[in-house]
């Protein structure tokens, strides 16, 4: 993934504090250890697309239980294995294919649907003043033996780079080089993704990384932000900072006893943000029973309406570490000594660990405003109804997404806008 633009903050690897707008970045890192110690013609956009989306929806069926927040980037973890799996051969790279629903195509066609997705993706960020960007490096031991085939892909694909680390006799200074690294292309928001111990025996660590900061097309008005209470479950009551806008939106919503759901568009109309809140106690059970196909019809179904929307001012940190998720996913060959990853290299490997961390402030408006003037003919027939209201105040769903594609860039589960832990 490579797509680019600006901006601001720190992190660390549990809980973290947020930065302003909506704003996001996440990381995921692989580690390999030896073991006991434009837009390409063809490339199978719609297939990936789909596939990134029940990869998304698979990972918070996985990840979301017994977690009272929750917030990662599953299009940041589908590339890093869309990355690996290039150099994997046999039963393991069937099985990372398993796990990204990826079996319809090749590891190269998939990796060819990345770089066109990206192209697409980065071409619009800029022409909607959206933040939003991926970088991708492979850091490898000194001297150590990587196919030249490899390579190519990753850089012609993936624009990954390569660099070479003493890893071996210093892990504690190249986890720092790493944080380093992810820290300049999440500006500053993760720090802390490895630790020296992670790098014992580890001779080569892939990383992708991901930074999002897009204002809403309507900003929520900072002087109509109060405490409000918000429900975070049966009987159980907190207060939050409940954003309001000074009008209501033209946004498609709906408000039944099943969900009260919104899709909030983000400046440029191309992506957007899907908040899905179901009855109070019953976001478990709606989470577990989404599927692509629910999403979809559920985004289509939303109507366009005048709507008050209030939703909650909050910020969520993740940090995760995936080996257990994947390998239930159908990837747990790749970190046995059984590996087979002889299309990245002559030396026999397996994989050691996948981490990922996540952040995610949302709040009034953003780190840009924008007005505009324009002609209004009123009509004289009959008024306006009353604008739907919907008020986010007990634990729901919030997912970014690619309008066009569906393809779902972050989620997250709110349960307790209280506390930004994951």
Known sequence: MHWWSTSRRTGRRTARSGAAAVLAAAVAVTGLSSPAGGAPAGAPVPALSGAEQAFAL??????????????????????????????AAGPTEAGIAQALGSGAMSPQQQALAWRSLNNTLSRQAASDHVVLGTANELWLQSGFPVRSSYLALLAADFAAGVKEQ???????????AIDSWVATRTAGHITNLLTA????????????????????????????????????????????????TSQPLDVPVSATADLDAAELPYKGDDMSAVVLMPPIGRLGRFESQLTPAGLSATVLALQQE???????????????????????MGMGQAFTPEADFSALSPRSLDLSFVVHDAQMNVSEKGTEASAATGGGLTPTAM?????????????????????????????????DPSSPEG
Not at 70 to 83: C, K
């Open 58 to 87: 698979d990972l918070l069926h996985r990840l979301a239980p017994g977690r009272p927040n929750l917030v990662l980037s599953p299009s940041s973890i589908a590339t890093l294995l869309a990355m690996l799996e290039p150099g």
């Open 166 to 176: 003493d890893l071996d006799s210093d892990p504690a200074g190249s986890a720092r």
């Open 197 to 244: 111990s992670e790098l014992q025996d580890v001779v080569a660590v892939m990383v992708d990384a991901v930074y999002m900061d897009a204002p809403w097309q309507t900003p929520f008005d900072p002087s109509l932000t109060t405490s409000a209470p918000f429900h975070v479950a049966p009987g159980s009551t907190t207060n939050v900072p409940m954003m309001s």
């Open 306 to 328: 005048r709507a008050d929307i209030k939703l909650p001012r909050f910020r969520l940190a993740t940090s995760l570490r995936l080996n257990q998720v994947l390998s239930d």
């Open 383 to 415: 008024p306006a109804p009353p604008p739907v209201t919907i008020v986010f105040d007990h634990p729901f769903l919030f997912l970014v997404r690619d309008n066009a594609t569906g393809a779902v860039i972050f989620e997250a589960q709110l349960t």
